[in-house]
């Protein structure tokens, strides 16, 4: 692969959005909310299909989570999980059995306990990998 000849279409695609006044920074907003994405139980666990050792991902996030609390910036979960017969789970379950395995109402789909949920932080089940799919989480993050 040529990486001169990409580096040069890039510089040429950023020149023309620079001369359209296009792609200038917007900052951060002023209403931060911290997602935490299918930090559930099952996937957290390296003995199960689809798990791995997150203990990494985990110990950070708790730290972020400690200071989004500090800070009263509000938090949203998503985990994934699907009803007993998977009705809801299309040809993703079927594709990947063992997300099938991830019932809601079950331990499966809890968040790891390390993280701390408390009281008001809102919990959505997803059912595909998106958080936006399918989910409230766009309408939920317009109203905030």
């Not at 792609?23 to 791995?52: E, H, M, N, W």
């Not at 007993?84 to 993703?92: H, R, S, T, Y």
């Not at 701390?116 to 089940?125: A, L, S």
């Amino acid at each position: 692969m040529n990486m001169q000849l990409i580096e040069e279409a890039l510089a040429e695609i950023r020149a023309g959005y620079r001369k359209q006044n296009m792609g200038r920074k917007l900052g951060y907003g002023k209403s931060p909310i911290v997602l935490v994405i299918d930090f559930q139980k099952c996937l957290a666990d390296p003995t199960r299909d689809c798990g791995s050792d997150m203990s990494y991902e985990i110990n950070n996030t708790r730290v972020l989570l400690n200071k989004a609390r500090e800070k009263g910036i509000p938090i949203l979960y998503t985990v994934t999980g699907y009803d007993a017969d998977c009705f809801d789970g299309g040809l993703w379950t079927q594709k990947v059995p063992a997300v099938g395995e991830w019932k809601v109402g079950s331990k499966d789909l809890e968040l790891v306990d390390e993280l701390n949920w408390q009281e008001g932080e809102k919990i959505i089940v997803k059912k595909y990998c998106s958080s936006f799919l399918a989910t409230g989480l766009a309408s939920f993050l317009t109203a905030k």
